[in-house]
C-alpha cells in the first residue's frame, strides 16, 4: 500500500500551481504541431475559452511524433523548427507550452522553451529519459504506461524527485485492455495522486490501438463521459488534444475534441467539479 502524504503535494508548471485545492489546470492543443498559423490561431481560441471560464491554462502539441503506428504518418516539424513554433505560442499568446521528448539528448533544448517537459506512455520506464528531463529544472509531465499499474508510477515520479527536481505530474491515459481497446480504471486516480498531482488525459483514453488500421482509432463521442467520471473522481489537470477541423487533423484525428464543443463541455465540467 503506497503511505499517503500528510500534505498535499503541488507541483509547479510555469505560472500555474498545480495539485489539492487549486483551480482545474487544462492542458490542451492539437496532437502535433501543424504549422505556425495553426498553432497559434488554436492556441489563441483556447486560451479565450479558458480565460471567460477562469481556468489556468497551458498549450500541448507536440513537435514530434515519434511513436506513430505507421512510418508514413506525419512526426510533426522536428525538435528545431517545431521549438520555434511553440516559443511563438509562448510569447505572442502569453501561454505556457507543453510538449513531449523521446531522447534525452532532446532534454536540454527543449526547456529552453517548454514549460513542462512531457515523458510519453511508452517511455514512462526509460531511467535515463526520465533524469535528463528532471534535471532540466522544468515540470515533468509522466505519462502512465498503458502496461502499468498506477501505483509502479511512483518509482517513475521518484526517478524525477532524485535530480532535485520536485515538479511532477502523472497522468492517466488508459490501460490496455485485450488489443484493441484502453480502459480507465478510476480507483488509480485516487492512488496516483497519493504521490504527485494526477492529470487525465481524456483524448487518449478513447483510443482503439488495434485492429487492421495504419492509424490509430478511436471513439471520440465517450469522451464527455470519462472526464465527467475524472472530474467527480477528483484530478487535479484535464488533457484534451483540440483541433479545429478533427477530419483533418494530422494525428489522432478520430479522437482530437472539436473546438466549437470544447466550451460547452468544460462548463460541464466545471459544475460537477463545484458539486464535489
Not at 28 to 56: F, M, N, Q, Y
Not at 163 to 181: A, D, K
Request: hydrophobic letters at 45%.
Amino acid at each position: 500500500m503506497i503511505p499517503a502524504m500528510s500534505n498535499p503535494i503541488t507541483a509547479q508548471l510555469g505560472p500555474h500551481t498545480v495539485g489539492a485545492g487549486r483551480p482545474l489546470l487544462l492542458i490542451a492543443g492539437p496532437c502535433v504541431i501543424e504549422s505556425a498559423d495553426h498553432s497559434l490561431k488554436l492556441a489563441e481560441r483556447i486560451a479565450a475559452i479558458a480565460r471567460r471560464l477562469d481556468l489556468p491554462y497551458v498549450f500541448k502539441a507536440s513537435f514530434d511524433k515519434a511513436n506513430r503506428s505507421s512510418i508514413r504518418s506525419p512526426r510533426g516539424p522536428g525538435l528545431e523548427d517545431g521549438l520555434g513554433i511553440l516559443a511563438r505560442v509562448k510569447r505572442e499568446v502569453g501561454v505556457p507550452v507543453l510538449s513531449d521528448i523521446h531522447e534525452p539528448n532532446h532534454a536540454r533544448a527543449a526547456a529552453e522553451v517548454l514549460d513542462c517537459v512531457q515523458i510519453p506512455a511508452f517511455l514512462c520506464r526509460q531511467t535515463d529519459l526520465l533524469l535528463a528531463a528532471g534535471r532540466t529544472r522544468r515540470c515533468v509531465n509522466i505519462k502512465k504506461g498503458q502496461f502499468l499499474g498506477p501505483e509502479k508510477m511512483q518509482l517513475a515520479v521518484e526517478k524525477v524527485r532524485e535530480t532535485g527536481n520536485s515538479n511532477v505530474l502523472v497522468t492517466e491515459r488508459g490501460t490496455f485492455f485485450g488489443y484493441e481497446r484502453l480502459v480507465n480504471d478510476l480507483t488509480g486516480l485516487q492512488v496516483m495522486r497519493q504521490f504527485a498531482p494526477v492529470v487525465f488525459d481524456a483524448t487518449h483514453s478513447v483510443q482503439y490501438p488495434g485492429g487492421p488500421q495504419t492509424v490509430t482509432g478511436g471513439h471520440r463521442e465517450f469522451i464527455p463521459l470519462l472526464t465527467r467520471a475524472a472530474i467527480a473522481a477528483g484530478i487535479d489537470a484535464l488533457f484534451m488534444e483540440v483541433h479545429d477541423d478533427p477530419d483533418q487533423a494530422l494525428s489522432d484525428k478520430a479522437t482530437v475534441w472539436p473546438l466549437d464543443e470544447l466550451r460547452g463541455l468544460l462548463e460541464q465540467l466545471l459544475r460537477i467539479r463545484a458539486a464535489v
